[in-house]
């Protein structure tokens, strides 16, 4: 099915992942419906079938709880039959855990979703993760610096058996002009979170490769940029070997 044809589709898992946020509050409900309808990242996670069937995801900086609420919208779709042809796997029987440092996300999280998935108030850099299948991180690590991006990175590793998967969304530091403006948007972001007018810690795009090579990941990339002026990238990791020591110190 062409993404044309598959549009309908899409649009209804929007308005079905964004409604339970009409529970936390207008902020939260119109905010979910524009980043689900704008970013185009949730669309490639389900239309490629990224968050597998029956599997355990860890979803770091999980805001308020999209992508959880996106992949059981997803899910409820297929069940009645309404999967379109040609998108991958649909996330039926997934259990979503998601990490986010800002309460009032996570509260949002809570009276959106109840008990349909767990939510977790902490850092990433000291939360403890449990052993998942797939490991989500969406626009989160560039908020610390080189070395706890590793460190970051490191952990997750851990928590991925063989076959396990990192779906990676960073910012191409080689981006010129595009990441720039990533840098300025996410610096206004923090400032709107209370956080000050933080620094942002980017990599080109062959540093972040390089660095999931060594803990392992098989590695692909996609431009994640399409009709958005900034220099987003998508990275899908595979676990397919130990890694390097070099890697884990």
């Known amino acids: 099915m062409s993404g044309a044809a598959a549009a309908p589709a899409w649009r209804a898992i929007v308005e079905r992942a964004s409604a339970p946020y009409q529970r936390s509050g207008r902020f939260a409900w119109h905010f979910a419906r524009g980043k689900l309808r704008w970013d185009p990242v949730f669309n490639r996670l389900i239309e490629r079938?990224?968050?597998?069937?029956?599997?355990?995801?860890?979803?770091?900086?999980?805001?308020?709880?999209?992508?959880?609420?996106?992949?059981?919208?997803?899910?409820?779709?297929?069940?009645?039959?309404?999967?379109?042809?040609?998108?991958?796997q649909a996330p039926v029987g997934v259990r979503v855990r998601g990490i986010e440092v800002l309460a009032r996300d996570?509260?949002?999280?809570?009276?959106?979703?109840?008990?349909?998935?767990?939510f977790d108030c902490a850092d990433m850099r000291t939360a403890a993760f449990d052993a998942v299948d797939t490991v989500v991180i969406l626009d989160a690590l560039h908020y610390v610096s080189i070395a706890e991006q590793d460190a970051v990175l490191v952990r997750v590793r851990a928590a991925l058996r063989a076959g396990g998967r990192l779906v990676l969304r960073v910012g191409d530091a080689a981006g010129g002009s595009r990441f720039a403006a990533s840098r300025w948007v996410d610096?206004?972001?923090?400032?709107?979170?209370?956080?000050?007018?933080?620094?942002?810690?980017?990599?080109?795009?062959?540093?972040?490769?390089?660095?999931?090579d060594a803990l392992g990941f098989a590695v692909t990339c996609?431009?994640?940029?399409?009709?958005?002026?900034?220099?987003?990238?998508?990275?899908?990791?595979?676990?397919?070997?130990?890694?390097?020591?070099?890697?884990?110190?």
Request: net charge positive.
């Open 49 to 88: 079938g990224l968050i597998a069937p029956r599997t355990r995801v860890l979803d770091i900086g999980c805001g308020q709880g999209l992508l959880a609420s996106v992949v059981q919208a997803a899910a409820w779709t297929a069940l009645q039959g309404r999967w379109p042809p040609g998108w991958g």
């Open 106 to 118: 996570v509260a949002r999280a809570r009276d959106a979703l109840g008990d349909s998935a767990d």
């Open 187 to 212: 610096r206004l972001v923090t400032l709107v979170r209370g956080q000050g007018f933080g620094r942002v810690a980017g990599r080109p795009l062959a540093a972040w490769r390089a660095r999931l």
């Open 222 to 249: 996609e431009p994640m940029a399409s009709g958005t002026p900034f220099a987003n990238v998508l990275l899908v990791g595979t676990v397919e070997r130990p890694a390097s020591v070099a890697a884990t110190e």
